[in-house]
């Protein structure tokens, strides 16, 4: 008999609660046999393809997400004509010559390592340039500098009050939608040191059903009655969009959701978080109080004095 799945993508630390969360619906059948997976060694098609880079541009969402907000860096990174590289392999390898050569002026003010995300592009005509999302800690006239091999436009992060990065992400994405690339090529870059999303799964919703997931796929994507059957299931969090598709190898309708943490929800949640660091600090001072001997025994009587 087959059952409704939540997976819920959490964009931030493990076990906090996130601003932005991407949260999927789907039907499954716990004892379902297995589906014929095709080979690693055949080509994917079109449509799996296609896939793919939705999956890897719904990833970078949440990446982004999870590590940068207002007043990061977009950073648009060109070739001048007697840099150009010959090919894609070339323009990731000045990238990496560009990240070390930038790390190592940050080393040099004390800086960490520089946190950021790059898509690389090539242009209808076969132009190479970057896309890069990346903190703040160093002033952008000097990432600027650092470049060196042709035109740098710099911008400071301005999130949406409603879609946050997306609008951000969505440009800077576009590219996944080509299916010619070679399998197995990844569309976007990162540095190690980022914030990871997780992801946790329930087999039991607490208000959703077959029957609502029934329902669900005849609603439009952006009607009330969609919204608030989300949002009941998802206290705290508003609706950004919702995309539903029916899904062949399953047999059944997926629904991908955006959602953002709501007014109330940020103020539960740093409630939530300063209580905790209360806590926190009268257990420290607790622990810092050191009592020596009986701290209770009564003063020696006035007369134990020698006789």
């Not at 541009?57 to 977009?74: I, K, P, Q, S, V």
């Not at 898509?119 to 650092?146: F, P, S, Y």
């Not at 609008?167 to 080509?178: C, D, L, M, Q, R």
């Not at 300063?274 to 009268?282: I, P, S």
């Amino acid at each position: 008999m087959s059952g409704v799945r939540k997976r819920i993508r959490h964009c931030g630390r493990y076990g906090i609660q996130s601003d932005f969360r991407q949260v999927s619906y789907y039907t499954y059948t716990p004892t379902r046999a297995p589906t014929g997976r095709r080979r690693k060694s055949q080509t994917s098609t079109p449509k799996q393809r296609a896939l793919n880079n939705k999956r890897s541009a719904r990833y970078l969402e949440a990446l982004t997400h999870a590590n940068f907000g207002r007043g990061d860096l977009l950073l648009g990174l060109s070739y001048a004509e007697k840099h150009a590289p010959k090919d894609e392999t070339e323009a990731k390898k000045e990238f990496g010559n560009f990240i070390r050569r930038l790390n190592y002026r940050r080393k040099k003010k004390n800086l960490p390592p520089a946190r950021w995300v790059a898509v690389t592009e090539i242009g209808k005509k076969g132009r190479i340039h970057h896309h890069v999302i990346m903190d703040a800690e160093l002033d952008r006239d000097e990432v600027e500098e650092v470049w060196g091999r042709g035109y740098a436009n710099t911008k400071r992060l301005k999130p949406d009050p409603r879609e946050g990065l997306l609008p951000v992400i969505g440009y800077i994405a576009k590219t996944f939608k080509e299916d010619d690339r070679p399998k197995g090529r990844r569309k976007w870059e990162c540095s190690k040191n980022l914030i990871r999303p997780w992801d946790s799964v329930n087999d039991n919703p607490r208000m959703m059903s077959r029957k609502k997931i029934r329902q669900m796929k005849d609603l439009p994507e952006d009607s009330e009655s969609m919204r608030q059957i989300i949002e009941a299931d998802n206290p705290n969090y508003e609706l950004i969009s919702v995309e539903k598709e029916y899904r062949e190898d399953t047999g059944g309708w997926y629904f991908f959701c955006r959602m953002k943490l709501s007014t109330r929800g940020r103020a539960d949640a740093d409630n939530t978080s300063t209580a905790a660091r209360k806590n926190e600090q009268e257990k420290q001072k607790c622990q810092r109080t050191i009592r020596h001997g009986n701290a209770r025994a009564k003063p020696p009587p006035a007369d134990t004095g020698p006789q």
